[in-house]
């Protein structure tokens, strides 16, 4: 009797926990399936173009479906110019209509090509982000896609196809602005450049003289420009930061629009100006610094 007792307990207790487990499993289902269906909340950004009427037809061109995500309903208020594809409320994929290329879109900007549309690569800097945008550069008004990832936007060809075709604007090159100096240590400098300056980026030609560029796939060029004038914010007595054998004063008040800094090298026969993001500035004053130390003499 005690052991029919005990056998009948434990097929209780086991069936007990079979249905707590199917109810936890059911009740996760349901608790993610409506996570994922919950409206997406995207921020408004300035957008001129956002309410014209060709974002309107793109918008209504999307497709249902983008980087393997399904179509989401939009937070309210909704932006205009604006969708949206996502799993879930964090694994999601933004699209915006009509906005402004971005600052780190410059003469020097390589875009690149999708299924034959161009556009142009930014990953977030921001330290612990994995968010990546494209912009379209060759139609109007401007899309940006952004999203958790790095997959290419090759599936809105349709839905760009109600937009202009219009090569977007680039900004001014780096650097390109400032005053020209001496440029007598200029050539020994060029012939001992580095192919990379920081991780992932490799030199590549441009037709400005004495001026260096190296690109990374979704990251703002560095630029170096030998040769400059003496820059015109540098004071006596203002703080410099020693790299090496290189003191280099940051111009600060060149930022702008930008992550990137300016920096210029004292201290030799003429100046060099360097513009890079603030993520790989440190390693390129150091590969920089010391082709100067090397290469050029002391002033």
Same mark, same amino acid.
């Given at each position: ?12 207790? /086991?069936? /007990? ?8 499993? #059911? =009740?996760?289902?349901?608790?993610? @399936? @409506? ?9 408004? %950004?300035?957008? *001129?173009? +956002? ?17 393997? *995500?399904?179509?989401?309903?939009? +937070? ?22 009509? %906005? ?16 034959? &549309? ?9 330290? !612990?982000? @994995? ?8 139609? #109007?008004?401007?899309? +940006? ?10 599936? /809105? ?23 020209? =100096? ?23 030609? %441009?037709? &400005? ?11 703002? $060029? ?7 004038? *003496? ?11 020693? %790299? @090496?054998?290189?003191?280099? #004063? ?10 990137? !800094? ?6 030799? $026969? ?30």
């Amino acid at each position: 009797m005690t052991s029919q007792f005990n056998r009948t307990a434990i097929f209780i207790s /086991l069936g /007990l926990s079979i249905v707590m487990v199917l109810a936890v499993l #059911f =009740g996760a289902k349901y608790v993610f @399936n @409506n996570i994922a269906k919950a409206p997406v909340a995207v921020s408004p %950004v300035e957008s *001129k173009e +956002a309410d014209s009427q060709a974002c309107h037809s793109f918008i209504d061109a999307l497709p249902d479906t983008v980087m393997d *995500k399904p179509r989401a309903d939009i +937070a309210e208020p909704v932006p205009s110019g604006v969708a949206a594809w996502a799993t879930t409320s964090e694994d999601k994929v933004t699209a915006r209509c009509g %906005v402004d290329m971005p600052f780190q879109y410059t003469e020097y900007s390589q875009p690149q090509d999708v299924d034959g &549309e161009q556009w142009y690569q930014v990953r977030d800097a921001t330290p !612990g982000s @994995n968010l990546t945008t494209w912009y379209s550069t060759q139609r #109007f008004p401007i899309v +940006a896609i952004t999203a958790s990832t790095d997959a290419t936007p090759d599936e /809105l060809n349709d839905a760009l196809s109600a937009l202009d075709e219009k090569p977007a604007t680039a900004h001014e090159a780096p650097l390109k602005a400032l005053k020209t =100096g001496g440029d007598q240590m200029c050539a020994e400098v060029e012939k001992a450049l580095p192919d990379s300056v920081a991780e992932g980026y490799h030199r590549r030609e %441009v037709k &400005e003289k004495n001026t260096y560029v190296w690109s990374a796939d979704g990251r703002e $060029e560095i630029v170096a420009r030998c040769g400059v004038a *003496k820059p015109e914010n540098y004071r006596a007595g203002v703080k410099l930061q020693q %790299v @090496n054998d290189i003191p280099w #004063f940051e111009d600060t008040t060149l930022a702008h629009g930008t992550t990137a !800094g300016t920096w210029f090298a004292l201290g030799r $026969e003429d100046y060099l100006a360097l513009h890079a993001p603030q993520d790989a500035a440190q390693a390129a004053l150091v590969e920089l610094g010391n082709v100067l130390a090397e290469h050029t003499a002391e002033k």
